[in-house]
Structures are given as structure tokens and as C-alpha cells.
């Protein structure tokens, strides 16, 4: 398993962390299989989106934030209860195929660790399986 | 790895597509362990829910699309927001845990490709792990 | 596969597994991989969040009840599309990283299964994957 810290430098961001589940399996000489990125936080979350048009990840934040908001009929002592949804709500892991040594993303796909309750240092771990029978 | 093409024919729909499963585990061989389907796209997820009543998928559809409407604050200039947020809301990935050569879903589970932006063709990546120490 | 039967005793609740999955672990005598917790069911769902505050388990099914009202414009005639719109948002499936032996979860997570239509009687799938290349 690799664990890769990532500084979050806001409350709330998204920042493309690909190139660490690139590393892991090259590191790891995967060919076929699955790499798994997991977040061991419960204030942020992990996803897949677009990674073109910064303007997805601001649009998907600020609709997670409408949906969710800051303040409302929460009872968690720590003011964060939005953070903690929104994990949920996107999700601990991400499982990305692989299949001749690359990551079987889409053309605009990368993956985001979201940052709901930053900043903050935060840990990201990875691991490869190989596929088959 | 199997790479599937999905046909969509409406914005916002919701295809069955458990046969390409069980048919990548089949053409595998496997008896224990899991199948991963992947989307490669950022405007279509993919669930597990019932596979019964086609209204649960109407009501599914119709009630994300009233928490994220097609319109909105939104200032991703190709217009479709709501597709990629749905789409992180729903996920690129399902894990299927197989046993005995067989898809361990409920009676009443179907894994389903959500068209959040369509219609258009889509790819599904299917790969198998085996299971075990 | 490990199969565990959890009874649950309302309508909505998150009842904390993660000894179930930390019990196929040992059993399997895994080492360094993946265990995969899956809810063969459509109206309830797993998530990994908080196991310290039980306030952050309560704010997060009091504000997914906010988002998916029980009712509503729903069509599905057994009146529970709530708790389907709820289970796809929290997804059927959770993945964990072990390594040496253990479960690699954040110091303040756990493994929930997400009640959204009981009291019932709930399976729970666990599998576990050995990795490496």
C-alpha cells in the first residue's frame, strides 16, 4: 500500500490526485488489475469527474455546498456536519481499472480528492490488485 | 478487460446492464471473487437498485434531477452541470462480489448505467479479480 | 464469502460493521489487500463515516431524509422510493484497504450499514482480495 499526504490549502477544493494512482501501479509493475484510492478521513471524500474545465469542480462544489449547507439542524459539536455528508455523499473510494500498465480513465476523467472541511493535512492511500481468474 | 458499448436514446435514463457482467465473468471463468464495472465518462454513473418495478428508476431519476436541476448556478459553459454532479453523486464504479461462478446480487438488484447528458454512446469497462488470501 | 445477517430495529438507522469485515479478514488469514462489504438489498445502503460522535450519524440520515422526503412526486407504489433514491446516493458497496493484516480506516471511521426502509432483517456480503501485481 502507498500513503501520499496532500495539503489542502481551503475548506473546500478538489484536487486531482491521478498521478499518485499512475505511480502506485508503476511502482507496483501492475499490467491488469484494479488500483483503489482511499481516503481513511470522514470530512472529505474522493471522486471521479471531469478535469478540463475547472469550472466543473467549482459548479460541483457549490451545488454540494446548496444541498448541504454549512449551518442547519445539526446537532455534531464540531460545526462540520456538511463535511461529514458530503463524504458520504461522494464517497470514501475510487477503484480504476487497469488494463496494459494505464488507467482505464476516460479522456476527461481524473481523480479528485475532495476537501470538505479543510485546510488540512491529509492522507491518501493506495493499493494495486491484480486481475484474472 | 471487456469494453462495452451502450447505446443511450434519452437525456436521462437507466439501463440494465448486469448481462455484461455476468457475461465478463463467464468468459473469465471465475468462480470467487469480484467484477468491477467502470464508466469512462463524466456526465453517466452507475448504480445498483431495483430492477422490478421500472418506477423506482422514474422516481430515482426524476428526484435527483429536482435536487440538481438542469439550470442553475451553474458556469461550466457546455450547459450540462447537472450531469457531471449527478454523476459524482452516483459514482463511475459498482463492485459485485461473485461466488460459485455466480453475480452475488439481491432478488430485486440490477446494476444499472445512469445517462445523466445523453443520448449518445457510452462505454462500460468490465474487469474480474479473483478472490482469496 | 462471508455472509452475516444484521437485524435492525426502525425505520432508519447506521449500525457499525466493521467487525464483521475485520472477522473475514482474519478468518481468510489476509495479509495485504481488499475487503469488500456489499448490500444485496435496494433500500439500504453502506457508507463509511464517523463512529465517535453518534451526532454525526444522526445529522447525516436527518439531512439525506431533508434531500428524499418520504414523500413526495413518487410513482413506485410500495411508497418507500425514498429509501431507494437514499441507497443509491450512499452506494452498495464499500472498499477497505488491508494491509499487514489489518483494516486500513482512519482513526474516526467505521463501516455503516445504512437502514433506510426497516426494521428488517439485512444480509451483508463480505469478500476479501489478495493484492500486489
Known sequence: MNKIIVKTTSRREMIDVTDHLRRAVAEAGLADGLVVAFIPHTTAGITINENADPDVRRDL?????????????????????????????????????????????????????????????????????????
Open 61 to 133: 462544489l457549490a451545488h454540494l455546498a446548496r444541498l448541504v449547507p454549512e449551518t442547519g439542524d445539526f446537532r455534531h459539536s464540531e460545526g462540520n456536519s456538511d463535511a461529514h455528508i458530503q463524504a458520504s455523499m461522494t464517497g470514501s473510494s475510487v477503484t480504476v481499472i487497469v488494463s496494459g500498465g494505464k488507467l482505464q480513465l476516460g479522456a476527461w476523467q481524473s481523480v479528485f480528492l475532495c476537501e470538505f472541511d479543510g485546510p488540512r493535512s491529509r492522507s491518501l492511500y493506495v493499493q494495486t490488485i491484480a486481475g484474472g481468474k
